[in-house]
């Protein structure tokens, strides 16, 4: 069955870069876009942008361009996501989803908590 | 301030049909497929609806979705009491080039 893992929740200081996993199995791993999408507290959903785990090509939300990376490692189906320059307004769940067609996300890692606090 | 409009919350009783709008323009819902998500809380979100009006294998027929011009709904009939969730829809933007969602509608079961 299609499982996708992310890491553990993170505390982090404003400025300080934090790096979320996902782990996927149950699939193959290079043949599906993966997105991330945030939720800040009691706030709605928010795309940050995909990656194409074949290729390494990235798509970026207009408002992450230059504070965001995504990357991946195919050896273990493994993709990140790397936010850097942390403000207190970026704390939220962030998720790791699997693109099954044209953006319709059809599974969902269980999301990573990042706290942003002085 | 969303791209895609959504009603703040709905409600109904057991057994009512309960309809749900997302607003939008032409960058996004009108030249573009909608998909909606279901979120229960303190869960990841749930694929719903995907192209406008297809049901994910699992779904209940209870859910149905359709699309005109640059809005979209969803309808749920025979409303349950475990229907109480977020619901948003999200779609391409063409002028943002990435998906955008609506603010998310809170479903209360009377």
């Known amino acids: 069955q299609v499982q996708l893992v992310q890491s553990g929740a993170e505390v982090k200081k404003p400025g300080a870069s934090v790096k979320v996993s996902c782990k996927a199995s149950?699939?193959?791993?290079?043949?599906?876009?993966m997105h991330w999408v945030r939720q800040a507290p009691g706030q709605g959903l928010e795309w940050m942008g995909r990656?194409?785990?074949?290729?390494?090509?990235?798509n970026f939300a207009q408002r992450f361009q230059g504070r965001v990376t995504m990357t991946r490692d195919t050896s273990i189906s493994t993709a990140y996501m790397e936010l850097s320059r942390l403000r207190s307004d970026d704390t939220a769940v962030y998720y790791c989803?699997?693109?099954?067609?044209?953006?319709?996300?059809?599974?969902w890692g269980q999301g990573t908590l990042v706290t942003v606090s002085s | 301030q969303s791209v895609l409009t959504q009603p703040p919350s709905a409600s109904g009783t057991p057994g009512q049909r309960v309809i749900i709008s997302c607003s939008g323009s032409s960058s996004n819902i009108g030249s573009n497929t909608v998909n909606w998500y279901q979120q229960l809380p303190g869960t990841a979100p749930k694929l719903l609806i995907y192209?406008?009006?297809q049901r994910p294998s699992g779904v209940p027929d209870r859910f149905s979705g359709s699309k005109s011009g640059t809005s979209a709904s969803l309808a749920i009939s025979g409303l349950q009491s475990e229907n109480e969730a977020d619901y948003y829809c999200a779609a391409w933007d063409d002028s943002l080039n990435g998906w955008v969602f609506g603010g998310g509608t809170k479903l209360t079961v009377l």
């Open positions: 149950g699939y193959t791993f290079t043949g599906y876009y």
């Open positions: 990656i194409n785990p074949n290729s390494g090509g990235t």
């Open positions: 989803t699997r693109d099954q067609i044209w953006g319709s996300f059809d599974y």
């Open positions: 192209s406008n009006d």
